[in-house]
């Protein structure tokens, strides 16, 4: 279903250790699904994305693992920075006619340095 | 060039008023989105418009809220008669046409407080 009045979770990380966030995606038929971080006081940015016919893409220092079995999908951030301490939200997009885009209840990640 | 900007920055109204919020896509941008985000929360989808299509309302919580966009340019998101449960920041995002691979790119978004 759509993301509506959750708390956040939260994931504490140790700087310069890895980071895997996960997301529970709720339709099997969305084609395309981005990670956007968001900032405190700002607006979600894009980070990384994927389609459905991958399981796996890298950017730099990120990693977007994608399991259709089982609709999930994780963010994996390598040696965790304090500038990576963010709220992470995962989006997927379906086609209904139009492109709808759900947003999954976002994760904050706090970074100890 | 710019990106999505949105207006104002920050609303303060009292229980009862209307108000309307602003939003400038960036230019040539045919879809158009409205969220909103309750404090320490997720993104609510309340409204998006794809070019010249019906919008898709399905998000609105109430016949309280309503949006208008003018062709591919500005919008505007309007509530009328505002409840304290209403306060969050609203958010904008446009994304530069209506296919698949698209993401989308957001304003600062608006903070709303009704008191």
Known sequence: ?113 | GAGVSQSPSNKVTEKGKDVELRCDPISGHTALYWYRQRLGQGLEFLIYFQGNSAPDKSGLPSDRFSAERTGESVSTLTIQRTQQEDSAVYLCASSPTGTLYNEQFFGPGTRLTVL
């Open chain 1, 1 to 113: 279903g759509e993301s509506v009045g959750l708390h956040l979770p939260t994931l504490s990380v140790q700087e310069g250790d890895n980071s895997i966030i996960n997301c529970a995606y709720s339709n099997s038929a969305s084609d395309y699904f981005i990670w956007y971080k968001q900032e405190s006081g700002k607006g979600p940015q894009f980070i990384i994305d994927i389609r459905s016919n991958m399981d796996k893409r890298q950017g730099q220092r990120v990693t977007v693992l994608l399991n259709k079995t089982v609709k999930h999908l994780s963010l994996q951030i390598a040696a965790t920075q304090p500038g990576d301490s963010a709220v992470y939200f995962c989006a997927e997009i379906l086609n209904t006619g139009g492109f709808k885009t759900i947003f999954g209840a976002g994760t904050r990640l706090f970074v100890k340095a």
